[in-house]
């Protein structure tokens, strides 16, 4: 059986995309399906940000067939792991679960790195091109220990 998991920040044109693409460049297709949304409906239907491509690229990654979406209440339904990026994320998500059971499946992602410290991953989408290299190598670290406890799984 697939396991499926969700990436989810604020818009889903930056950190998103970012996680979506490096979980799957980790990850077999045929027992883990990725995908990833926005608390908001910001950028709906939009490419991710032109400086989230460039640093997939640099890592040999392909993001540009993904598309915004906002986040919504059957995610619950159709997803085992939501990874959130930040904790506005997270209480974002948190406010539209139904039960204890979906809240369950939710996470900030870098409590992988570092767990119970609710670290955020910074949206870079203000700032310079910098600040989507250091969110890259954050979430490669978190998600290579993702990839591990999903492969374990299977």
Known sequence: MK?????VCLGN???SPLAE?????????KKVYIDSAGTGNY??????????IAIAKEHKLDITSQRGRQFTIPDFDRFDHIYVMDTFNYADVIALARNEEDK???KLILDEIFPGENVDVPDPYQGLAEGFKNVYKM???ACGIIANKLEEKH
Request: net charge positive.
């Open 3 to 7: 396991t499926n998991v969700l990436m």
């Open 139 to 141: 979430l490669d670290e």
């Open 104 to 106: 369950k499946k939710v």
């Open 21 to 29: 693409g490096i979980l799957k460049s980790k990850t077999d297709h």
């Open 13 to 15: 044109i930056c950190r």
């Open 43 to 52: 950028h709906i239907g939009d490419m991710p940000d032109p400086r989230s």
